[in-house]
């Protein structure tokens, strides 16, 4: 062979090397550049970011399936999609790793307990859906403590998950209130309870809801729920939903109204229950356009977003409106809807869609 032609091999090669890692890679390139629906819909799965620890928001069950809160909203958004909310994907992930997925095309959506934030809005291109939780950051210590408020708590070691805006708000409310104060920060909330069990650090910080679904699951060989208690304080605003890559609002656009669909099903009182009846006679045009449907000989709302305009029938039938799915998952750790910030606005609280039209 002469030197000309080894080298001439010697580009083919490296070119055809190069398509395999090329369609090998495409598919994380194509969600990660902006055509996330299309790789999705081509994929036959969506990819979602959870978490894994969380009891009534995202854990693994006894026989290995994901179920909670957030869980559930990963499922309707397969629904919609496809028809079938078990085509999901589910990647654990840590809090310090989430959006790193997110950014390279590991994941579709992340939902999984995650704060919306200026700094993650802008720096980190993400962005945020509608606001399906409201939550607020508190402090969970061993009842018999003698700890009845933070000003208690000089000198003391708190627990705490880094690379977390609660690592961000416990340092500010402590500094802001001169309450000298020791960090032990840990990836993961099993490393994190391990420790809070040994002993090694006087309080566990973290969103609300975390602290009541970890104490709803304490060990009993720990001394079980009674041994600990959250107080009173809520010391930050936790507002948490669905997040997608920015510029990308084809996909974006799905993500949150089938959120906002969830929501708003539980204003109109549809439910996987009345559902069929629902669909065949609706009593209103609103409950007409939210199940893609005629009224009164009207014709069917499509709003564009490159999905069935019945998408929120299969979502209400697989997997309910938003009320069925905090019943569901939250009021069984402790935490009820009714009097809080996550009741329907009709009912006081801040749940409120959009209009679908």
């Not at 090669?13 to 890679?25: D, F, K, N, Q």
């Not at 996330?36 to 854990?59: E, S």
Request: charged share 20%; aromatic share 8%.
């Amino acid at each position: 062979m002469t030197q000309q032609r080894a080298f001439r091999v010697a580009v083919l090669t490296i070119a055809a090397i190069g398509l395999v890692v090329m369609a090998c890679t495409s598919d994380e390139k194509e969600s990660a550049a902006g055509n996330t629906l299309q790789a999705v819909l081509d994929r036959g799965k969506v990819r979602c970011g959870v978490n894994d620890a969380v009891p009534g928001f995202g854990f693994l069950k006894p026989d290995g399936t994901f179920a909670g809160f957030d869980i559930d909203f990963c499922k309707a958004v397969a629904a919609a999609v496809f028809g079938d909310a078990n085509k999901v994907e589910y990647v654990k992930l840590t809090a310090a790793a989430r959006f790193e997925a997110l950014a390279s095309g590991q994941i579709d959506v992340l939902i999984r307990n995650t704060t919306w934030t200026a700094s993650r809005d802008a720096d980190l291109k993400a962005d945020f859906a509608i606001v399906t939780f409201y939550d607020g950051q508190g402090m969970m210590v061993r009842a018999d403590s003698g700890i009845n408020k933070l000003e208690d708590m000089r000198n003391a070691t708190v627990c705490v998950l880094q690379g977390t805006t609660t690592e961000l708000n416990l340092d500010d409310r402590f500094r802001a209130g001169n309450i000298a104060y020791k960090p032990l920060t840990f990836e993961t909330n099993e490393t994190l309870e391990q420790a809070f069990t040994q002993k090694r650090c006087d309080g566990w910080t973290s969103d609300k809801s975390q602290l009541a679904a970890r104490r709803s699951a304490f060990p009993a060989s720990a001394g079980g729920p009674v041994a600990l208690k959250i107080l009173a304080e809520t010391f930050s605003k936790e507002p948490l939903g669905p997040v997608t890559r920015d510029n990308d609002s084809d996909w974006h656009n799905v993500v949150n109204w089938v959120a906002i669909g969830v929501i708003t099903a539980d204003e109109l009182g549809v439910t996987s229950k009345n559902l069929e009846q629902m669909k065949s006679n609706p009593p209103s045009p609103d409950v007409a356009r939210l199940l893609g449907v005629p009224f009164k000989g009207g014709q069917v709302s499509n709003f564009g977003l490159g999905i069935g305009a019945d998408f929120m029938q299969k979502v209400l039938a697989q997997v309910g409106n938003y009320d069925e799915v905090y019943q569901r998952n939250v009021t069984p750790i402790g935490l009820a809807r009714e009097g809080t910030l996550n009741a329907s606005w009709r009912k006081g609280g801040l749940i409120y869609a959009p209009p679908m039209r």
